[in-house]
């Protein structure tokens, strides 16, 4: 090993960590692979601080920090451009404390929400969980904006310990502390929780995030329609959303998504959570029957307690996922990929993701299935979607491509996610994350150009090296 760099991170916290290669293994979506120096798997906090202050003597070292890597259709673990340090945290996978009682844990990145999800088993505690693996991380997929079965994970967090550029180690938010303060993660003055979320600005040591409580009772209403009935159907759920009639995010599968993800076929599938006192649950599970009947436009209803959705894949996750178990996770991993969570990057499935935010209306909906049709005939590939409503106005739509990497079906796949981006934003749907190959549009999707400068000033001020990689969002 002739470098420099890596020389001295070995020799400070031991050659075990340090892991000298040019490009990392394939990733699940077919990304351009890129060139890397090496990787660095620290162990402990200390040891991060460390390769911080090492680096300030090499102007040049470019820092890519990801927690366990399992960023899934967005790039996985590689950065944006050539030349970084790959900096996994997936080690740093302690949770520091936990309060049961007042609803809080201190995690560190590398604890995955399987983890976190069976220390909870028992206790009057339950996190946010994502239908993602159990083996991702909690603490990376907030911080990237991610949305849980309850709410976008953002939510979630309450502090944070972030290492800057300069090696000086900062908490910012909520913190527990010997005086029972309320976990209000805002404070006084700048509220700067949020300032770090999808940013480069200083690498995330710990968190502390938020443990709900749990109702006394949770019911999944599962139910379908028909594309013929789009508009109708989004006008009664949009209805009963914004009149908080359900728990959670509202989620709805196309027939392409449930084709996709193993449910069943044909169809849009609803899962709608219903949770709170027990007969509170009954007289809403009774109310939403009689909207169905009455609007003719639902079929199938099913309950989560009559024991129907264990023949579905999708039913058990979501249902498991409600009161935060992450026990069918990877079953549905397992079924979308061939794979499971360490091995799905090398296979030849690819998968990428396109993550708009669209208007909770019938219009908005059926121009956004229009254009997934739209792209459907120009470039042969058939895009699922998942509708996961955020509030009573607002619609997180997930689109989804499945394609065979060692095909040219990839370079449809590729076409086919920039017709995506341009066809979207040209209705002003855009997405609230990006993957490696479209950071380009973070600049385009942002309203005026003094807010991109602003974050630039930032970016200079606190890293004048530009230590630490990464900018999808610049």
């Known amino acids: 090993m002739n470098d420099q760099f890596l020389e001295q991170v070995s020799n400070k916290i031991g050659k075990d960590s340090v892991h000298f290669c040019e490009f990392l293994s394939d990733n699940v979506s077919g990304y351009q692979k890129r060139r890397i120096n090496g990787v660095i798997t620290p162990k402990t906090l200390h040891n991060v601080i460390e390769i911080v202050s090492l680096a300030k003597d090499f102007p040049n070292v470019r820092l890519h920090p990801v927690s366990v890597g399992y960023n899934w259709g967005l790039g996985s673990k590689e950065d944006m451009a050539d030349g970084s340090y790959l900096l996994e945290l997936k080690k740093l996978n302690s949770i520091q404390k936990i309060d049961l009682e007042r ?46 079965i309850r709410h976008q994970r ?20 909520w913190w527990p502390t010997e005086k029972k303060t309320p976990i209000y993660p805002h404070g006084v003055g700048p509220s700067l929780v949020q300032f770090f979320t999808q940013s480069n600005f200083g690498i995330v040591t710990s968190g502390v995030i938020k443990l709900h409580q749990r109702a006394e009772f949770t019911r999944i209403l599962r139910f379908t329609f028909q594309r013929v009935n789009l508009t109708k159907a989004i006008s009664e759920l949009q209805r009963w959303v914004a009149n908080r009639i359900n728990s959670g995010v509202l989620k709805i599968y196309d027939t392409t998504a449930n084709k996709t993800y193993g449910g069943k076929n044909n169809t849009y599938t609803i899962h709608m959570c219903i949770d709170g006192l027990k007969e509170h649950v009954e007289l809403t599970t009774t109310f939403i029957i009689k909207e169905c009947e009455r609007s003719g436009i639902f079929n199938d209803i099913v309950f989560s307690d009559d024991g129907e959705s264990k023949k579905d894949v999708i039913a058990k996750l979501i249902e498991a996922a409600h009161v935060g178990d992450t026990s069918y996770n990877d079953e549905l991993l397992s079924q979308t990929l061939d794979g499971n969570h360490d091995t799905i990057d090398s296979k030849s499935k690819g998968w990428i993701f396109f993550l708009p935010l669209i208007p909770f209306t019938p219009q908005a909906l059926s121009k956004a299935y229009d254009i997934i049709d739209e792209i459907h005939s120009e470039t042969g590939i058939l895009c699922g979607a998942t509708i996961n409503s955020l509030s009573g106005s607002i619609i997180d739509l997930v689109v989804s491509i499945c394609f065979d990497k060692n095909s040219n079906e990839k370079n449809s796949a590729f076409l086919a996610l920039d017709l995506l981006h341009q066809k979207f934003n040209e209705h002003g749907f855009v997405p609230y994350r990006l993957d490696i190959d479209h950071s380009h549009w973070a600049k385009i999707i942002t309203p005026n150009n003094s807010e991109i400068d602003f974050i630039k000033d930032i970016k200079s001020y606190l890293d004048e090296n530009n230590l630490i990689s990464n900018n999808r969002y610049l």
């Not at 220390?119 to 083996?135: C, D, E, M, Q």
């Not at 953002?154 to 938010?173: A, C």
């Open 154 to 173: 953002t939510e979630d967090l309450m502090g944070l310990e972030v290492l800057l550029p300069s090696g000086k180690l900062i908490r910012v938010g």
């Open 103 to 148: 609803g809080w844990a201190v995690i560190e990145p590398g604890v995955t929400q399987g983890e976190l999800s069976k220390k909870l088993v028992g206790s009057n505690r339950f996190i946010n969980i994502t239908a993602s693996s159990a083996h991702s991380s909690f603490l990376g997929n907030s911080m990237d904006r991610g949305v849980g």
